[in-house]
């Protein structure tokens, strides 16, 4: 499948209060959007990422501060930026000691990320992380077999965008989605034809990609 059928990862951001409660909000709704990207696997380290920058937020510029959360693509990985007034209390990383109750947050942001900066804005500082991933193109699909064997299937159902010059993307990716709809029926309806239950293969197919998409986990 041509990746112009793929979803546009579009820069997102949120205004939020930087107070403790609004941490599991912030990590609900990151875990939604990098579903929705194709990226649950970043999900645990980029939650922990944006737990660790609003703490220091709280922590160091105080609680309440007006604050922002932009989430976007930098090429091929996953940029994640907290954006704040304060100027001082720049977060830094320190080595602490193994009893230590304190200063392990951006270390432990330095392990899970790829790289982090602070960057001075003329109205503050934004706190910034980027997440590598395995993406060929910042819009393409995430390079996993899973993927690469349904493109490979949904070839053979001509659906491709370039077969349709000068359509949007999003008729494009209606097209796409049509066809792997088209797919699923038709596999469901061999299984019939060979005396297996349809609506069994159907579930287990389900469960199976819940897990592997880690939708199964509990936070």
């Known amino acids: 499948m041509d990746c112009t059928a793929c979803t546009p990862r579009r820069p997102w ?19 939604l959007h990098l579903r929705l990207w194709g990226l649950s696997e970043l999900t645990e380290a980029a939650q922990l990422c944006v737990s660790e920058l609003v703490s220091n ?15 976007s693509m930098c090429g091929t990985s996953l940029r994640i930026e907290v954006r704040d007034p304060g100027t001082h209390g720049l977060p830094t990383l320190i080595r602490a000691t193994d009893d230590a109750e304190a200063g392990r947050g951006m270390a432990l942001v330095a392990a899970s990320s790829e790289r982090w900066g602070v960057q001075l804005l003329p109205e503050g500082k934004a706190t910034w992380v980027e997440l590598s991933t395995n993406l060929s193109a910042p819009h393409g699909h995430s390079q996993n077999t899973h993927v690469s064997k349904a493109a490979r299937m ?17 008729l494009t990716t209606a097209i796409a989605e049509r066809a792997a709809v088209e797919a699923i029926a038709d596999l469901l309806h061999w299984l019939r034809a060979h005396g297996h239950d349809a609506d069994e293969a159907l579930d287990r197919a389900q469960e199976q990609f819940e897990a592997e998409s880690g939708q199964l986990t509990t936070w």
């Open 154 to 170: 949904l070839d053979f159902y001509d659906v491709r965008p370039s077969a349709r010059p000068g359509t949007s993307n999003m």
């Open 57 to 71: 937020v709280i922590n160091h510029v105080g609680p309440g501060t007006p604050t922002t959360l932009a989430v």
């Open 13 to 31: 951001e949120l205004p939020f209060l930087a107070v403790p409660e609004e941490v599991a909000a912030l990590r609900r709704l990151l875990r």
